[in-house]
């Protein structure tokens, strides 16, 4: 199964880009993934920019693509749990799963409804950016986990 992550904006920090680039280098040890960076809505109006970042990542999405929408009032799964749903996945010939993560307004309803899964990595505020490095390295570690090699460093 191959992987996608969406993300709306690009990484200013760099501490951030070179945990990123660390989390990339570890995973595709593993995984195919690819990542998609769509540009972030503009203007004062959440509601229009949340509504364009949607539509641009729902135009990246294929027939037959499972769309995971990071959503903070999602479920929460540990690393563990996470390994399983992916393998789960996979058995059932997932050609390819997406992963999504919106704006700092959050998601477009649109988005929300096409949602196969809605997972939290946290009930926190996390910035996007830290999430995206989270959900790297959470795929890392899940990848880990079902080649049954330890995965707590």
Known sequence: MKLR?????????PY???ALADFRTRLRRYESVDEIEVAAGRGSDPLRAMREEGER???????GDVL???ERDGTQLA?????????????????RLVLALGGVYGASEALLARADFRWSLSRLTLLHEW????????LYRAAK???NEPYHH
């Not at 999430?131 to 959470?138: G, K, Y």
């Open 5 to 13: 992550v969406i993300a709306v904006d690009k990484i200013r920090e």
């Open 16 to 18: 951030l880009a070179a």
């Open 57 to 63: 990542i729902l135009k990246l999405l294929q027939p």
């Open 68 to 70: 995971w929408l990071l």
């Open 79 to 95: 690393s563990p749990e996470l390994a399983q749903r992916l393998q789960a996945l996979a058995a059932l010939g997932t050609p």
């Open 131 to 138: 999430a995206r490095a989270l959900v790297l390295e959470q």
């Open 145 to 147: 986990i079902a080649r």
